[in-house]
């Protein structure tokens, strides 16, 4: 696969400007084989990523059982490094003419919207449980009494730091459909501005939900139920916000790069897919838990 992109990219001229850019857009190169679905080449990836991923595993447990941090980290950076690797390669994929044909884009489409509604059914899973305990406090566990938030728990101010965050959030999916609609209109300056800004934005909103931790009124351990589904769903969705600015960051070196062209530029698209569901979650999360479950506001 790697040889094949190298003589692509010797074959082809290089797409620097606009125009270039366009015309090489338009071009559809034939599939090397005679039906219009991509075989990948074999790859040393999934076999690297499963031993990393049983390093990655191991180290959590020899750090729980003896608190042993060399494993987790040797497994982090394998993991990590096959990622990296495995991406690159699909990144050369996508810029092989002939390799990812419409249909095999229609399937990329198709997958990453699956992936999203498994991620949807994910997040399900922590209203389900909070609102749970919200609508039926009496099923929670050596409860004193059937209020929510239970006894001696001070939330946030929904209208302080956590609706700051939600603007930001908000401000940010605006600046990603900048660069999206910018990607369409050929407009290379306006894309490289719209995701420098979401990914500014993506870590302004990091910044400060790491702020608002350290200054929880409540702590996760030993905390009761309520800290812990609250730290549970707002936790993944702060872990979910560094996924995706990561993955705006590497389509932003990708279209300083020129990567992009207003016809293909699904790896894009499927951030920006992802960057909207996170935001999305984010207004659950403030109606929901912040805003709609708030008790007694802690002073600060």
Same mark, same amino acid.
């Given at each position: 696969m790697a040889s094949t992109a190298a003589t692509t990219a010797t074959s082809l001229p290089a797409t620097h400007g606009p125009a270039t850019s366009v015309a090489a857009d338009e071009y559809e190169a034939p599939p090397?084989?005679?039906?219009?679905?991509?075989?990948? +080449?074999?790859?040393?990836?999934?076999?690297?990523?499963?031993?990393?991923?049983?390093?990655? /595993?191991?180290?959590?447990?020899l750090l729980g059982h003896y608190g042993q941090i060399w494993l987790l980290l040797v497994g982090l950076a394998a993991t990590l490094a096959v990622m990296a690797l495995w991406w690159r390669d699909?990144?050369?994929?996508?810029? !092989?003419?002939?390799?990812? *044909?419409?249909?095999?884009?229609?399937?990329?489409?198709?997958?990453?919207?699956?992936?999203?509604?498994?991620?949807?059914?994910?997040? /399900?899973?922590?209203f389900w449980a909070y609102f749970h305990y919200a609508l039926f406090p009496e099923h929670v566990s050596g409860a004193e009494a059937a209020t929510w938030p239970p006894p001696g728990i001070r939330t946030f101010d929904p209208f302080d730091l956590p609706f700051l965050n939600t603007l930001i959030l908000l401000l940010s999916g605006t600046t990603v459909t900048w660069a999206h609609h910018a990607l369409l209109e050929n407009d290379r300056r306006g894309l490289i501005n719209g995701l420098a800004l979401t990914v500014l934005l993506g870590l302004t909103f990091t910044g400060f939900?790491?702020?608002? %931790?350290?200054?929880?009124?409540?702590?996760?351990?030993?905390?009761?139920? %309520?800290?812990?589904?609250?730290?549970?769903? !707002?936790?993944?969705? @702060?872990?979910? /916000?560094?996924?995706? *600015?990561?993955?705006?960051?590497?389509?932003?070196?990708?279209?300083?790069? @020129? +990567?992009?062209?207003?016809?293909?530029?699904?790896?894009?698209?499927?951030?920006?897919?992802?960057?909207?569901? /996170? +935001?999305?979650?984010?207004?659950?999360?403030? !109606?929901?838990?912040?805003?709609?479950?708030?008790?007694?506001?802690?002073?600060?």
């Open positions: 090397p084989h005679k039906h219009p679905y991509h075989l990948v +080449d074999p790859s040393p990836w999934p076999i690297l990523g499963a031993f990393a991923g049983g390093l990655l /595993v191991g180290g959590f447990i699909v990144i050369r994929e996508a810029k !092989t003419p002939g390799l990812h *044909t419409p249909v095999v884009r229609i399937g990329l489409r198709y997958g990453m919207a699956l992936f999203i509604a498994s991620e949807v059914m994910f997040f /399900v899973a922590f939900q790491a702020y608002e %931790y350290a200054h929880a009124p409540f702590k996760f351990y030993n905390g009761g139920v %309520y800290p812990s589904v609250f730290f549970l769903a !707002t936790g993944f969705h @702060g872990f979910h /916000v560094i996924v995706g *600015t990561c993955f705006l960051l590497v389509n932003l070196v990708r279209a300083i790069r @020129g +990567d992009f062209t207003p016809r293909r530029h699904f790896g894009f698209e499927a951030a920006a897919w992802y960057w909207h569901f /996170v +935001d999305v979650v984010w207004l659950f999360l403030f !109606t929901g838990i912040y805003w709609w479950g708030a008790g007694e506001i802690a002073q600060h």
